[in-house]
């Protein structure tokens, strides 16, 4: 059924008017809610910097909520009272919907060195997540030893 033959008056209009005007608004509707929620490459380098160098002057990961731009850290090393002594960006990554970026880190408490990739996404606020952190949060495995957790076994009351 084509809508002119339940509107008369739009007889012979409806393919000439309402067509190209369909047309614009679905091209329109098709960029909706896609905005990107990927930063620029700089704007990322430099949330990256702010974090490792917050963590390696002894601030905590909540401190960078303060700031211009507010970034948000996730790495559990740093969260479990792990100290960093230096770092080092030593490169980009390619990705599609993300950056990110490799580092070299000097820990202590225990000492070592780490090679390690960090994600940044979001513009405001920005978040950067250390490789491990990002992939246990988007696969929902939040048990960082692997194994699967226990079911408790709850008995009738």
Do not use: H
């Not at 393919?15 to 990927?38: D, E, K, N, Y």
């Not at 620029?40 to 990256?48: C, D, E, I, S, V």
């Not at 790495?75 to 980009?92: C, K, M, Q, S």
């Not at 990554?93 to 994600?119: H, M």
């Amino acid at each position: 059924m084509r809508i002119d033959s339940c509107f008369p008056v739009l007889r012979g209009r409806c393919t000439r008017v309402a067509g190209p005007v369909l047309f614009c608004a679905l091209l329109m509707l098709a960029g909706c809610g896609q905005t990107s929620v990927v930063p620029a490459t700089g704007t990322a380098r430099q949330a990256l910097e702010a974090a490792l160098s917050a963590w390696k002057d002894g601030k905590r990961p909540q401190a960078l909520a303060e700031g211009a731009p507010v970034i948000n850290a996730v790495d559990n090393d740093w969260t479990n009272g792990r100290v960093l002594t230096a770092f080092e960006i030593t490169g980009e990554q390619p990705s599609d919907g993300d950056k990110r970026f490799t580092a070299k880190l000097t820990l202590d408490k225990p000492a070592g060195e780490l090679e390690t990739t960090y994600v940044v996404v979001g513009l405001s606020p920005i978040t950067v997540f250390r490789e491990d952190d990002f992939n246990r949060g988007m696969s929902m495995d939040n048990n960082p030893g692997g194994e699967p957790a226990k079911k408790k076994r709850v008995r009738g009351r």
